[in-house]
């Protein structure tokens, strides 16, 4: 597929990068850039070489939320009847393998509720994350009013969401919405880090992790390691279980086969 509106390139043939690609609308999320989002992160999940994936954009702005432009004149009607947000933006929550979003610049909107809906954030230092939807008349409608007071509790994402104000990174870090802040010229380089380390561990176990890491969210303390133990147990009918602990106990790196 030719993508127009993003990037999509390999790292060390493991890691899948996808650059959000429309800098004269600071990335600006339309229905042509999330079908394009969709379909390479489903790609990349399906290859069975790549590990991880990485979602950022560019330096003044990871996404700057929904495109106004696009939903201006939108009425009821047509956002109802195209499932308008669903349709593209559910994929996201289908990949299986982790997403790690590398925010630098603004994250506002939909581009803050697109960061949290990637499994982790590593942000640069000069990254802005907010809900402003307030001030245009709407609320958020991509999970943020359900993503972020989990992140970050209520007192916090109330304040976010009402006064439509921006949090800067230390303060994104310090409220629990990103797990790292760095130097922006240090920003891809931590998440590639991030990235090849998680490649380098059996595909099984990470996505029974992140799989058994969102239920936490979705369910509640009993049923939730309830499920955990489920796959626990699962996994030891896995190759990579015997290997990963064999290769511990003999002093030796383990080769996973993803098996
Ligand atoms: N949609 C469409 N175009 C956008 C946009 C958006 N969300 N955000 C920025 N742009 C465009 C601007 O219109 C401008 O285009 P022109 O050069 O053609 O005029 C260009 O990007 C550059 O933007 P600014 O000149 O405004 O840049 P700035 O540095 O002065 O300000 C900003 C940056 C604070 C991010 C400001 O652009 C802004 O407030 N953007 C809107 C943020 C917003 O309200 N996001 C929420 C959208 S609604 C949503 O996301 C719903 C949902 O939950 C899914």
Redesign the pocket.
């Known amino acids: 597929m030719a993508y127009q509106n993003i990037e999509v390139r390999t790292e060390g043939g493991k890691v899948g990068i996808i650059t959000l690609n429309r800098p ?7 229905g042509a850039l999330m079908d394009e989002l969709g379909a390479a992160l489903k790609a990349f999940d399906l290859d069975e070489t790549i590990g991880c994936m990485i979602i950022t954009g560019s330096e ?2 990871f ?9 201006a004149l939108m009425t009821f009607t047509d956002v109802y009847k195209e499932d308008f ?1 669903t349709r593209n ?1 559910e994929t996201i929550r289908s990949i299986r393998k982790p997403v790690i979003a590398a925010v630098s ?2 994250a ?6 697109l960061a949290m809906m990637c499994d982790f954030i590593i942000a640069a230092e000069n990254a ?1 994350f ?4 307030i ?2 008349g ?7 009013t359900q993503r972020l007071p989990r992140a970050i509790g209520k007192a916090k994402a109330m304040d976010l969401v009402l006064t ?1 104000r ?1 949090m800067d990174a230390q303060e994104a870090e310090r409220a629990g919405l990103v797990s790292r802040v760095v130097p922006l010229e240090k920003m891809m380089d931590e998440a590639l880090g991030a990235a090849l380390m998680i490649c380098g561990y059996g595909q099984l176990s990470v996505m029974a992790a992140k799989e058994s890491l969102n239920r936490a969210f979705e369910s509640g303390l009993t049923d939730g390691v309830m499920f955990e133990r489920r796959i626990f147990h699962a996994l030891f009918a896995s190759a990579d279980q015997k290997e990963g602990m064999d290769a511990f106990l003999n002093k030796r790196p383990p080769q996973f086969t993803n098996r």
Do not use: H, R, T, V
């Open positions: 004269k609308a600071l990335n600006a999320l339309n003044k702005a996404a700057a939320g929904a495109d106004i432009s696009a939903m947000i933006w610049g603004f506002l909107g939909g581009g803050c509720e802005k907010g809900q402003p939807e001030k245009i709407i609320i958020p409608g991509a999970g943020g439509g921006m």
